[in-house]
């Protein structure tokens, strides 16, 4: 059995390693070492999330996935959950969570007895609950900000996410250089709609 840590924080300007030191202390009063460690800064909201699945990719039956809370692991919406849950469950992954005490038994239980099967199905009903509250927490949260700029506009005081000039640059010199819209869509995950706008801005400047 190994233990693999996963870590992930939502956006790039968050340390995704920060819950790191309380995951190994977490393997090493247990008695486990972590194998190795996953780090992403991705939306939990989204299953294109490569580390994750580059960890469950190195699993072995019986492997533990570790993580500090259950929505590092899940903020999906329930057919997201359950398709990221059905591959946690045909890979034989225990899911262990610091926020979660009942899973805390999966990290050392390795028989498969009436007593291991019975904590395995009390620990996904568990799962199933805190990811239902994840999801929910970042519905409403998104609905507040929702709510918050509709009432900024109202005032005319919203001005919007402030503009990434460096990245726009490169993106606009990529586009100067002949560079088609999927490469560069690749190349930097801006949208399409902003490459439409900065398209628009390169014809307004020439």
Request: aromatic content about 4%; charged content about 35%; overall charge positive.
């Amino acid at each position: 059995m190994h233990v693999r840590a996963y870590l992930r924080a939502s956006t790039k300007d968050q340390d995704a390693n920060r819950a790191k030191d309380d995951l190994f202390r977490f393997a090493e009063e247990r008695g486990l070492k972590i194998a190795a460690s996953y780090l992403e800064n991705e939306s939990g909201a989204s299953l294109a999330r490569p580390e994750l699945f580059r960890l469950l990719s190195d699993c072995h039956p019986g492997d533990v996935l570790l993580v500090e809370q259950v929505d590092r692991l899940s903020r999906l919406n329930a057919a997201d959950w359950e398709r990221l849950k059905s591959e946690i469950t045909s890979r034989r992954v225990k899911v262990v969570a610091l926020d979660l005490p009942t899973s805390w038994m999966m990290a050392t239980a390795d028989k498969d007895d009436i007593q291991s099967r019975m904590l395995d199905a009390i620990n996904g009903m568990m799962l199933d609950m805190l990811a239902a509250i994840a999801r929910k927490d970042y519905e409403d949260r998104r609905r507040r900000q929702a709510q918050g700029i509709a009432k900024a506009k109202t005032k005319g005081v919203y001005k919007g996410r402030p503009e990434d000039s460096e990245r726009n640059e490169a993106i606009m010199k990529m586009l100067r250089a002949g560079q088609s819209w999927n490469t560069v869509v690749k190349a930097t995950g801006c949208s399409r709609s902003t490459l439409a706008r900065l398209a628009e801005r390169m014809k307004a400047d020439a």
